[in-house]
């Protein structure tokens, strides 16, 4: 049974995992790269982080107890079978960077995804999705999640003419966004109620992983298979166990903070890694920015304006 942290200790673990979000998204876009596959790219990533849980609950007994009694949670009405299926919403989203992300730009879904796990964060906290119940749409709470998108936008600006406005991709992108904040939720919702993230985490991989390998089997079907060359370097496989960290402590905290908390601390820490890696390590033919700076400190002052009591 775990021990839900306070208020000021979720937001900054929520943070955190947002930082590690940006350093996985390099990680998954240079192996989408490599391989040149981005459904392939997302099944190694999911599938990796599947084969680490199921290693983490099988050492544990009381992650074990909890996965076990999802059931039986199903069965009392404590939890619907929709509950468990928060999976396909991070699956949404790294099929959507493998598709969207050639099309749009890197900039464009960035702010796309981000403008719909904001607006959809508050339909989903007031809609009581989520652990914490319904939780009133305020003009603060607006405020916030308009702030955190202009963060996004500020951040982006020098990149935002990459690529192309196609509203089919751009739709994918608000989509993808969208379903993040619903999988936050459920996700909350099955870490209180088994008192186990793990458990969350663990059903969150293997729909994830279902769903991507059903999507990769009808791509193989409709155009062939060649076997792809498998790069070397063992950091290119290390997403699945970022995003283990990153959904297992989402469980943990939005009881706390509510999916609203969640999405801006995560967004500013997605801003705050990148600022890190474009100092440390640049894309090739990008370095620091000024309007990164900006927009990473427009979204810690989301963060302050949407966690006012």
């Known amino acids: 049974m775990h021990r839900a942290p306070s208020h000021p200790i979720a937001l900054a673990l929520a943070v955190g995992v947002g930082l590690l979000s940006a350093v996985q998204s390099r990680i998954n876009g240079e192996l989408a790269v ?7 790219a997302a099944l190694i990533s999911f599938g990796s982080g599947l084969a680490i849980i ?13 996965v076990a009694s999802l059931p039986a949670l199903v069965r009392a009405g404590r939890l619907r079978w929709w509950h468990l299926a928060g999976g396909a919403g991070g ?13 749009l730009g890197v900039a464009v879904f960035t702010v796309a995804v981000i403008a719909g796990q904001s607006g959809s964060s508050l339909a989903v906290d007031r809609a009581g999705l989520g652990p914490a119940g319904p939780q009133a749409i305020t003009r603060q709470r607006i405020s916030a999640a308009v702030l955190a998108t202009i963060a996004v936008l500020f951040a982006v600006s020098s990149r935002l003419g990459d690529g192309s406005l196609d509203p089919p991709y751009l739709a994918l992108a608000v989509v993808a966004g969208v379903l993040i904040a619903a999988q936050q939720a459920v996700n909350g919702r099955v870490s209180n109620e088994t008192r186990q993230p793990f458990a969350a ?12 390998t059903a999507v990769l089997a009808l791509s193989v079907l409709a155009h062939g298979w060649s076997a792809p060359d498998f790069p070397d370097e063992p950091w290119l496989y ?9 959904i297992a402590v989402a469980a943990l905290v939005v009881p706390v903070i509510g999916v609203l908390g ?17 100092a440390v390590a640049p894309a ?17 002052a ?4 949407g966690s006012r009591r």
């Not at 199921?54 to 909890?66: D, E, G, I, K």
């Not at 969640?262 to 474009?278: V, Y």
């Open 238 to 246: 290390l997403g699945g166990l970022i995003g283990v960290a990153f």
């Open 302 to 305: 989301a963060v302050f304006l």
């Open 54 to 66: 199921s290693v983490v609950v099988l050492a544990r007994p009381t992650a074990r107890a909890a």
């Open 284 to 300: 090739t033919g990008q370095g620091l920015q000024a309007a990164t700076v900006l927009g990473a400190l427009l979204a810690f």
């Open 201 to 212: 985490t663990f059903t969150n991989f293997t729909v994830g992983t279902a769903c991507l």
């Open 91 to 103: 699956a949404t989203f790294v099929l959507g960077q493998g598709i969207s992300v050639p099309v």
């Open 34 to 40: 490599r391989l040149d596959d981005g459904a392939l």
């Open 262 to 278: 969640l999405a801006l601390a995560s967004i500013a820490g997605q801003l705050a890694g990148a600022l890190l890696l474009d």
